[in-house]
Structures are given as structure tokens and as C-alpha cells.
């Protein structure tokens, strides 16, 4: 393997792995905090009483999303050769949702961060900025879910490993039911995030670790064999 893949394979791991601690660290912040009032003037309240968790919240939730970006390309590169189809499908959808998590942390920032001295200070507005945050987390749960599955199809055939592929399609499943926080309460929805976070940092360790490709890895066993077949008839 060239020395830029494996630099490529190396960074797209630690991101990987680092994606995950924060993405695990924002949702024990979440818990410390609860789950939003269902009123503009409890929202008010609510992000006072815990506006310190919302910034470091804001913060972690950009890095863990930035960390997406040499994320996906390696672990595209990685899967390509492999089961090109269903890497194109996961990490694009993967992909999609990093953009769309930076401008949910434009819209939550509105909640702790003044703009030349502007920040949400009505109920309305509150209670509208906070439904369109979770709401697009809801969303983000969701792609995930799909992309994470259809990743874990693709991996099947790699050098990731069949743990790695269950804990995949294991939280593919905990990613949509975590999607609704309000309906499954704030205990599974941290064991959903847990998943979550556990298997981007198995996938990046996968990741971090890969010394050669994996499609001619997987054929290795197959070319030796036959030509072990040849030396002998010879």
C-alpha cells in the first residue's frame, strides 16, 4: 500500500475515533441537561439554567461533525474496491448529513451565542429554534441509520471484521430508534448514542490500523492457493 493511502487510512481513522468520543461526550451533556421544556418560557429558562452545557454542547457537536469529513473519504476509499455500489450509497448519505448538522449548530448557537449582541430572548422564537434543532437531529438519526446499515453490507466483504459488521447493523437499529428521544426517554436514547459512538470508533480503529487493501486482502487467499496449485504441477 502507498504511503498516501496509509496516511489517508490513518487520518480517516483517528477522525473517526475522535468523531466518536465527542459525539459520546455530547450526548452525557445532553443527559446532564434533560430533555427541552415543551413552552418558550420554560425554553427561556431551561437554556439559562444550563447555558454552559448548551456552548460546550454547540462546540462538541462542530468538531464531532467536522471529524465526518476525512471520515467518509477514507472509509470510502477503503470500501471501493470492495462493494463500490453500497460505498457510494452509505457515505454519501453519511456525507449529507455533515452540512446539514453545521447549520443546526448555526440555528442552536442562536440560543447561547449573541450575534453583535442579538440572541433569542422570546418564547416563540425559543421554543421555534429549539423544535427545528431537534427536529433535525431526528433527521440526522435517521440518515445515519441508513448509511450505517448499508456501510455494514458493504463491510461484509472487507477486512473490517464480522464484529464490526454486527455492531454495525446493531446500531443501525439503535440510530432510528434513537431518533426519537421524546417517545423512547432520555436512558435508551444515551444506550442508541453509546452504539452510536462505539461504532465509529470501532470502524476508525478498523480504519487507523488497515495495512493494505482491502479487496486484494480479501483475494489473497484465493491467488495463494492458486498458486500454490501451479508450483505443484510444476
Known amino acids: ?15 473517526f475515533v475522535l468523531s466518536g468520543l465527542l459525539f459520546l461526550s455530547r450526548a ?4 446532564m441537561a434533560g430533555a427541552p421544556p415543551s413552552s418558550g418560557v420554560e425554553i427561556l429558562a431551561w437554556i439559562a439554567s444550563h447555558s454552559l452545557i448548551q456552548e460546550f454542547q454547540s462546540e462538541i457537536l462542530f468538531f464531532a ?20 455500489a453500497n460505498a457510494v450509497i452509505g457515505c454519501t448519505i453519511m456525507a449529507v448529513a455533515i452540512p446539514v448538522s453545521m447549520v443546526l449548530l448555526v440555528v442552536h448557537g442562536r440560543l447561547v451565542y449573541p ?3 442579538i440572541r433569542v ?18 433527521a440526522i438519526g435517521l440518515l445515519m441509520g441508513i448509511a450505517t ?3 455494514s453490507l458493504a463491510m461484509k466483504s472487507g477486512a473490517y471484521g464480522k ?3 454486527y455492531l454495525g447493523f446493531a446500531t443501525a437499529v439503535a440510530d432510528v430508534i434513537g431518533s426519537y428521544p421524546y417517545a423512547i426517554g432520555s436512558v435508551l436514547t444515551l444506550v442508541s448514542q453509546v452504539f452510536f459512538a462505539a461504532w465509529f470508533i470501532a470502524v476508525g480503529t478498523q480504519l487507523y490500523n488497515m ?5 486484494a486482502a480479501q483475494h489473497a487467499p484465493e491467488a495463494d492457493g492458486a498458486r500454490r496449485v501451479v508450483e505443484s504441477r510444476l
Open 149 to 151: 446499515f448499508v456501510l
Open 121 to 138: 430572548s422570546t418564547p416563540d422564537l425559543a421554543a421555534f429554534v429549539v423544535a427545528i434543532f431537534y427536529g433535525g437531529l431526528h
Open 65 to 84: 461533525a467536522a471529524c465526518l469529513a476525512p471520515a467518509v473519504v477514507a472509509l470510502y476509499r477503503s470500501l471501493a474496491d470492495v462493494d463500490r
Open 28 to 31: 452525557i451533556l445532553d443527559l
Open 211 to 215: 495495512r493494505g487493501n482491502p479487496a
Open 1 to 15: 500500500m502507498s504511503n498516501g493511502l496509509k496516511g489517508l487510512y490513518k487520518m480517516g481513522g483517528g477522525a
Open 163 to 165: 464484529p464490526v459488521v
Open 115 to 117: 450575534v453583535y449582541g
